[in-house]
């Protein structure tokens, strides 16, 4: 009604990509702490301008180490802190505790998304209950909520939200292939780089 649009683009490519990514305003990389490899849809968003809202993993980390904290929507549990609550997860209890996430559930379990195809969300459904999810979806539920509240209030603040984007367009060099083969180069390979011209 003329205040969000919600786009599904079939068939996600590169192509797809050069567009979505200069368009998008923020960046949401959610991947539980520990799960994803690095991630280079993040680097992609940066370099273009979005902010990010997203877990301390994979090279997140790094851009909230170039960006600090006050350009970034940090939220979820970290690697350390998982063991931990690994052997007491119980992700009904906290469904069971919080208002919004409980109202989620009720959506879900009634089938109010997929009126069309009943028990299509059902594995999605099992996997936050499950209490041995290998990803404990349900632990960062109420940090997300909280950092994407934050994101709305910020985002209504236009001169806030251009300097953040401005700055982590600018912090992003040290996404480049250059500085990435020069430090393979020092740590790993041990090479001597050709400079160009020379013979
Ligand atoms: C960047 C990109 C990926 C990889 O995204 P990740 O965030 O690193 O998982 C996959 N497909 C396309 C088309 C991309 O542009």
Redo the contacts with the bound molecule.
């Keep these: 009604r003329g205040r969000l649009q919600l786009l599904f683009y079939p068939d ?3 192509s ?2 050069e567009l979505i990514c200069p368009a998008a305003d923020l960046s949401e990389q959610i991947s539980t702490a520990g799960k994803e490899a ?5 680097m ?1 968003f940066m370099m273009n301008g979005a902010v990010t809202i997203g877990t301390l993993d994979g090279a997140n980390v790094e851009i909230l180490e170039a960006v600090g904290e006050e350009n970034f929507f940090l939220f979820g549990l970290t690697v350390d802190e998982i063991p931990a609550i690994r052997e007491h997860y119980d992700p009904q209890a906290i469904i069971d505790n919080d208002r919004d996430f409980r109202r989620v559930m009720r959506l879900l379990d009634n089938g109010h998304f997929n009126h069309f195809e009943p028990g299509i969300l059902d594995d999605v459904i099992a996997a936050v209950r499950n209490p041995d999810d290998p990803w404990m979806t349900a632990a960062d539920f109420r940090g997300f909520i909280n950092a994407q509240e934050a994101v709305g209030v910020a985002y209504k603040d236009q001169k806030y939200w251009t300097r953040m984007s401005i700055l982590n367009s600018a912090k992003s060099g040290r996404f480049s292939t250059d500085r990435t083969m020069q430090d393979y180069n020092r740590d790993i390979w041990h090479l001597n780089p050709i400079v160009p011209g020379d013979k």
């Design positions: 996600y490519n590169v797809a990509m690095s991630g280079t849809g993040n992609k």
